[in-house]
């Protein structure tokens, strides 16, 4: 029973996972200080504190955590615009511990996400990387 932290992970911009392997349940966040935050998260759930209750009923009962970080972001102000991208990825909102998705009540937000999942999807499989990097510049420019 626990959170397991890693020691490679950083004191840095970024988005984070925990991941509850025994359910298959992920929970996406963001912070300026992902070892900072994932530590906050360990502290709350160990004192059965944590705001998110379905998983601190988990951790409750034995469940083991994982957390990892992501993707680093240093210099980048809008993680909340990759963490959301992320749990629309990852389904987190709907299968994991995600509440909602943060962007949901974001309609512009939520069109970039969508533009730039599907323009990662479709150039991942085997398009020019230049035109893909295009298509999201293009994509965080004007929201389209």
């Known amino acids: 029973m ?7 992970i950083k004191r840095v911009p970024g988005i984070y996972a925990l991941w509850n392997e025994s359910k298959g349940k992920l929970y996406i966040g963001s912070s300026q200080n992902v070892k900072q935050r994932i530590i906050n998260h360990r502290s709350k759930l160990r004192n059965n504190s944590h705001i ?33 991208y992320a749990i629309k990825k ?6 994991g511990y995600n509440k909602e998705n943060i962007a949901s ?11 730039v999942a599907s323009s990662i999807d479709y150039y991942a499989n ?8 295009k298509i ?9």
């Open 2 to 8: 626990g959170l397991s932290i890693s020691d490679s």
């Open 52 to 84: 998110n209750s379905d998983m601190q009923v988990d951790y409750n009962d034995g469940d083991t955590f994982y957390a990892f970080c992501v993707l680093e972001l240093p210099g980048i102000e809008n993680l909340r615009f990759y963490e959301n």
């Open 90 to 95: 990852f389904e987190s909102d709907k299968t």
């Open 105 to 115: 009540s974001h309609t512009k937000e939520m069109n970039k996400i969508c533009k």
């Open 126 to 133: 085997g398009a020019d990387p230049e035109e893909k990097q």
């Open 136 to 144: 999201i510049e293009e994509v965080m420019e004007n929201g389209k």
